[in-house]
Each structure stands twice: as structure tokens, then as C-alpha cells.
């Protein structure tokens, strides 16, 4: 994370409830302009959170990503607890 986002500080967070698991990354680095539809992430050269969101679309999750210029970055991971268990 510190190579891309030159981020000198990251937060994960990793909650359950009695349907889903949460994972939340925060950072502190330099943030990015995000495309209008997150299905051009690849287009727009971030291949790794293009990977993110179609790991997590294989479980039936969802990937959003939240992030601005100068600001730092979020991503949030919500997938249904079935699928993060394996089962």
C-alpha cells in the first residue's frame, strides 16, 4: 500500500454480523481520482482493486472504494458470511 498511496498510516477493520463480514481499509495517503462506474477501474490503471472487486463479486459481495486527490483512501468490502466461510 505504502508504494502506491505513499500513505504513512492504514487502518483495517473487520467486522461480523449474523449475515455478513465487513473488512474496511483506510490509509492516509495521497488518494486517486476514482473512474464514474467502478467496472473502469482497469481501465483507468488500478488493476489491484480491479482484482479486489471481482474477488469479490466470486463470493457475492460488493467492492466500494472511496477516495480524493490529497485525501487518502477507503475501501470497503461487504460479503455475505456464507461465502467467507467457505461454505
Excluded: C
Aim: hydrophobic share 40%.
Amino acid at each position: 500500500m505504502r508504494q502506491h498511496s505513499q500513505a504513512t498510516t492504514a487502518e483495517i477493520i473487520v467486522e461480523f454480523n449474523s449475515s455478513e463480514v465487513k473488512l474496511t481499509i483506510n490509509d492516509n495517503g495521497r488518494g486517486f481520482e476514482l473512474p464514474k462506474r467502478m467496472g473502469d477501474l482497469a481501465s483507468y490503471g488500478k488493476l489491484g482493486l480491479a482484482g479486489m472487486q471481482e474477488r469479490a463479486q466470486l463470493v457475492g459481495g460488493v467492492l466500494m472504494v472511496y477516495s480524493e486527490p490529497g485525501k487518502g483512501a477507503a475501501i470497503v468490502v461487504e460479503a455475505p458470511l456464507e461465502a467467507a466461510a467457505g461454505k
